[in-house]
């Protein structure tokens, strides 16, 4: 008898990490129904933990805010993550940047 066994994970990226203070950048996983708001493009984002174990999006969290930040957004949808090959301590994420007037109404 032959028994397959598949496994999947699921990676749940909260807004906020434990303890972080709220910086006005949004995690989104869709495009936000009923505001305004302008598609700024995507950006590649390179983020190094040192450690044993793998970064998440959520270890890269307050420095991809930052950098959605400085290029004028205020909310994110990841797109793509990829752990380093050689260097499972790395990790790289597309994230698209939007900006959004969250005080309009439809």
Known sequence: MLAVSGCTTMQ???NAPAGAVDDGVRVLYQ??????????????FDFYKPGWREPTVTDALPDLKA???SVGGNALIVRNQRVGHLNNRSMNISAEVLKVDWAAQP
């Open 12 to 14: 749940y990226t909260a």
């Open 67 to 69: 950098k959605v930040r």
């Open 31 to 44: 495009y936000p129904e009923g505001e305004k708001y302008q598609n700024l493009g995507l950006i590649d």
